[in-house]
């Protein structure tokens, strides 16, 4: 109940009595519940869990909130609304906090149409608490790494020329769920030759040729945790210029990873991954951003931007991510798992990042 206490002691500065959540990952995150239909009410001295017949006893299992089953007993998501009327009025809620980012247009209406009080929007206030990670967070999360972790070192195994991207992504994704994962929800990126210009580039029906570079960048899902990596490998000599682009991405990777600890400001993670990139001449095809938080979803807070200005806190894992993109020739991206500690981080995923030739 930890997680509830801390929503409630922003309750008084963020001038509200109550608070909804909805945001899927935002709800197992306060409760344990990992149905796909519930919705939370928190008061200063209540905590209930709404959710409908399908999920009732699966729910009195996986949370300690109090658990309401909603008038309807359907699975229709609208009428949990219904449900959440009654029970924000029984609870004297007077101004209630929302979630702006998960709320729709549709609900919002209806709930103020029904409640007649103030609905106070509020940003990131579970997101904000997600950021840190506790021991069982870091648990999930370093199983979930070393299974990624091992799917790369098998797939250097089969991988050759004559099989497409499409069967590598396939290897993938079974090594993965033989060692207790999943990769569901996260299509690997197998991209080869010129489709490695491609950031996003999921894979194809391409076959994989003797001198192609390849981008493989995929993660693992173990008991709602992810893990993501990204790694670079040449089928036979990729040429001159692909050998260079990686190397410039390793350097890059390096020396933020070297400057990487607790107190950093995003400014100052960009300013340590893009100095090798700027000073090489490539940080104009430098399109994807410098990295992300990772836990409950794949790309969390913090998000790493040279606009806003977060502190990086022990207990956050992080990945970071330069890549470099030449249209119609080819690209290059090196991807961690970073586990912030007091003087540094801790690598989650060992593998080699270096370039390697098969």
Same mark, same amino acid.
């Given at each position: 109940? $930890?997680?509830?206490? @801390? ?12 608070? +909804? ?9 306060? &409760?344990?519940?990992?149905? &796909? ?20 006893? @699966? ?27 009654? @029970? ?33 929007? %509020? ?20 199983? &979930?790494?070393?299974? %990624? ?16 991207? +499409? ?8 090594? /993965?769920? @033989? ?28 076959? #994989? ?19 993501? /990596? ?11 210029? +692909?050998?260079?682009?990686h190397q410039v991405v390793l350097e890059s990777f390096q020396n933020c990873l070297n400057h990487l600890k607790a107190g950093m400001t995003d400014q100052e993670v960009d300013k340590y991954m893009r100095e090798i990139l700027i000073a090489s001449g490539y940080n104009k095809y430098s399109g994807t951003?410098?990295?992300?938080? /990772? ?24 990945? /970071? ?15 961690? +798992? ?15 990042? $270096?370039?390697? #030739? #098969?």
């Open positions: 109940m $930890e997680r509830i206490v @801390q929503l409630r002691n922003r309750f008084d500065e963020l001038d509200m009595d109550g608070f +909804m959540i909805n945001g899927e990952w935002n709800r197992r995150y306060v &409760s344990g519940f990992t149905g &796909s239909n519930g919705l939370i009410l928190i008061t200063k001295d209540e905590a209930i869990l709404i959710t409908d017949y399908r999920y009732f006893e @699966q729910a009195k299992k996986q949370t300690e909130l109090d658990i309401v089953l909603h008038k309807e007993h359907t699975g229709h998501k609208h009428k949990i609304y219904d449900e959440a009327t009654k @029970q924000i009025k029984r609870l004297g809620v007077e101004r209630l906090g929302f979630e702006q980012q998960h709320l729709n247009f549709g609900n919002y209406a209806k709930l103020k149409e029904q409640l007649h009080m103030e609905l106070v929007p %509020t940003y990131d206030m579970v997101e904000d608490l997600r950021m840190v990670k506790n021991d069982d967070e870091l648990e999930n999360i370093r199983i &979930s790494s070393r299974i %990624t972790n091992e799917a790369f070192l098998h797939v250097l195994e089969i991988i050759r020329p004559g099989l497409t991207e +499409m069967e590598v992504a396939a290897e993938l994704e079974s090594f /993965i769920k @033989q060692n207790g994962g999943s990769a569901s929800t996260f299509t690997p990126i197998v991209a080869s030759g010129k489709r490695s210009s491609l950031p996003h580039g999921r894979a194809s029906d391409k076959v #994989i040729e003797k001198g192609d570079m390849i981008t493989i960048d995929f993660g693992t899902n173990y008991n709602g945790y992810w893990s993501d /990596i990204s790694r670079v490998v040449a089928i036979g000599d990729p040429g001159q210029k +692909m050998k260079e682009i951003g410098t990295g992300h938080g /990772i836990g409950l979803e794949v790309h969390e807070k913090p998000l790493f931007s040279v606009d806003l200005e977060k502190t990086l806190q022990p207990g956050m894992v992080v990945t /970071i991510e330069p890549g470099i993109y030449l249209e119609d020739i080819g690209g290059a991206r090196v991807e961690d +798992m970073l586990h912030i500690t007091e003087n540094g981080c801790e690598v989650l995923s060992p593998s080699t990042k $270096e370039l390697i #030739i #098969i």
